[in-house]
C-alpha cells in the first residue's frame, strides 16, 4: 500500500464505443479512485494509457486501433511508461492485436475488470460494484439492466463478444440507481443490447416494466429506454410511459429493415406484418410517442426492389428520428458466410437515399412543433448560447434545441420551459419562456 509521500500513477483512460462501453469505464474509475488512483484528461500528463475499445463495425475498429498506435507513439516518446487496451475489440482479435502490437503491455476483455484494475495498481472490490465515477455530465447516466444477449442477428458480433444475456437483479440496479441521483443525476437512460427480455433470465417473465415503475417511484425526473427488440416487447411499457410523467415518451427500437426475405436472412424472428402491427399498436397506446430505430442498407443479397420497400415502408411509417448504417462485412458474424454482393459505392448510396428521405420527415415534423411551448434539460452551455434537449431526444444521439439567453442566469442540468420559433431537420431553435 502506498504512503502518503508516495504519489500513484495517473491514468488517462480513453473510453470508445456505445454507452454499454462508457458504463464500464465508469465502473473501472470508480473502482481505481477507490484504491488511490487519479486520472488526468491530458494524456502527456499520464503514466499509464487505458483504452477501452469497440470492436462492433469496421470504422470503430479502425479507431480503435488507431488509438492504439497513438497511445503506442506517446510511450516511445516516454510520456506513458504502460499501456493497456480492453473491451470488445480484443474479445475478438486478442491474439492478431497481441502479435502485431508486442509494444501493448496488457490485452483485457468485457469480462476482466478485476484484472485491469490489478495490472494498473488498483484492487476490485465487489462491495464497489454499484459505484461509478461518471464520465457523462453531471445531471444524466445510463444504467446498464443487462450483459450479453441471446439474439443470433446475422450481421451481429455482439453475442461472441459479450457473452450470453444476464440480467442484473432489479435491486442491485435500484441501488445503483439511488448512487446515481445522490451524485446528480436527473436523467436515467436505461441501456442493454436488448430490453425487451429484461428480467426472463432471472424471473422468468419480463420485468421490464416492473423495474421502470420502481425507478419512476424514485423521483427522477426523465427515465428514457434504449435499444428494444422488437420480438417480445412488453407493450404495457408503453401504458407507463403514457402514464408516467417521469417515464419519457421516447423508444428506441432498430428495426434494420422491413422486406420479409432480408428479416429471415437477418435472423430477426419477426417480419413485415407483425413489425407494422407492433408499431400501430405502440402508437394507438400512446399517440405521444415518439420512435426511434435504425436501419441497414446493403445487406447481402439486398435487391433495389427490396430498398425501395424499406424505403416505402420509411415514408409511410414517418419515424420521428432514423439512423441508417451501410452493411459492413464482420468475420465474426454469421452473414459473413453469405456473399457480399452490393458494392461499398452501391451500399453508401443507398443510405444517404435514406437519410434524405428522413430529413425531409424529420424536417417536416419538427415544424410541427414551432410556437409550442415545451420543457427542455439544458446539456451545456458555450458562450451565450445553451444547447438543450426535449424529453424527446436521447442524449448524444438525438435533436438539439438551441436557446439564445443572452444574459440570462441559466446552468447545465436544470431544466426549462423553451418557446420553439424555428426548425431545421434536426435541431430546433427557441427562446426562454417568461412563464
Request: hydrophobic content about 35%; glycine content about 6%; proline content about 4%.
Amino acid at each position: 500500500m502506498a504512503t502518503s509521500n508516495e504519489r500513484k500513477p495517473a491514468v488517462f483512460l480513453l473510453s470508445l464505443g456505445c454507452s454499454k462501453n462508457t458504463v464500464d469505464s465508469e465502473r473501472l474509475t470508480a473502482q481505481a479512485v477507490a484504491s488511490g488512483l487519479t486520472f488526468t484528461d491530458d494524456v502527456d500528463e499520464a503514466s499509464i494509457i487505458l483504452i477501452n475499445t469497440c470492436g462492433f463495425i469496421e470504422d470503430a475498429k479502425r479507431e480503435s486501433i488507431d488509438e492504439m498506435l497513438a497511445a503506442i507513439g506517446k510511450k516511445e516518446e516516454g510520456v506513458g511508461r504502460e499501456v493497456y487496451v480492453m473491451g470488445c475489440l480484443v474479445e475478438l482479435y486478442r491474439r492478431e492485436l497481441s502479435d502485431e502490437m508486442p509494444e501493448i503491455d496488457g490485452w483485457f476483455g468485457t469480462r476482466q475488470l478485476p484484472e485491469v484494475l490489478a495490472a494498473i495498481g488498483a484492487k476490485y472490490r465487489e462491495e464497489l460494484y454499484d459505484r461509478r465515477e461518471l464520465l457523462t455530465p453531471p445531471h444524466y447516466a445510463f444504467l446498464k439492466i443487462s450483459e450479453g444477449c441471446n439474439r443470433r442477428c446475422s450481421f451481429c458480433s455482439i453475442p461472441k463478444i459479450r457473452g450470453p444475456y444476464l440480467s442484473q437483479p432489479i435491486e442491485q440496479l435500484l441501488r445503483e440507481a439511488a448512487l446515481l441521483q445522490e451524485q446528480g443525476v436527473r436523467e436515467l437512460n436505461l441501456i442493454a443490447q436488448d430490453i425487451s427480455v429484461y428480467g426472463y433470465d432471472l424471473y422468468g417473465k419480463s420485468a421490464l416494466n416492473d423495474l421502470t415503475l420502481r425507478l419512476s417511484d424514485m423521483g427522477f425526473d426523465w427515465i428514457r429506454l434504449l435499444y428494444a427488440y422488437p420480438l417480445n416487447f412488453p407493450l404495457e411499457l408503453i401504458d407507463t410511459m403514457r402514464e408516467r410523467r417521469n417515464v419519457c415518451n421516447y423508444l428506441d427500437m432498430p428495426l434494420q429493415h422491413i422486406n420479409d426475405r432480408i428479416l429471415k436472412s437477418m435472423q430477426r424472428g419477426i417480419g413485415r406484418s407483425e413489425t407494422i402491427r407492433l408499431i400501430d399498436e405502440i402508437r394507438s397506446r400512446n399517440p405521444d410517442i415518439r420512435l426511434r430505430t435504425t436501419m441497414i442498407a446493403g445487406y447481402p443479397g439486398e435487391t433495389r426492389e427490396e430498398f425501395d420497400e424499406l424505403l416505402d415502408f420509411v415514408r409511410e411509417t414517418r419515424f420521428d428520428r432514423l439512423g441508417c448504417f451501410p452493411y459492413r462485412h464482420e468475420e465474426h458474424a454469421p452473414a459473413y458466410a453469405l456473399d457480399d454482393t452490393v458494392s461499398d459505392e452501391e451500399k453508401e448510396e443507398r443510405v444517404a437515399e435514406l437519410m434524405v428521405l428522413q430529413e425531409g420527415i424529420s424536417a417536416s415534423l419538427n415544424r410541427k412543433l414551432e410556437g409550442q411551448t415545451l420543457r427542455v434539460l439544458i446539456d451545456r452551455i458555450e458562450e451565450n448560447v445553451a444547447y438543450a434537449r426535449t424529453e424527446y431526444d436521447a442524449p448524444e444521439v438525438d435533436n438539439d434545441v438551441i436557446i439564445e439567453i443572452g444574459d440570462e442566469a441559466v446552468t447545465a442540468g436544470e431544466f426549462r420551459q423553451v418557446i420553439i420559433e424555428d426548425s431545421t431537420a434536426y435541431e430546433l431553435f427557441g427562446r426562454m419562456s417568461e412563464g
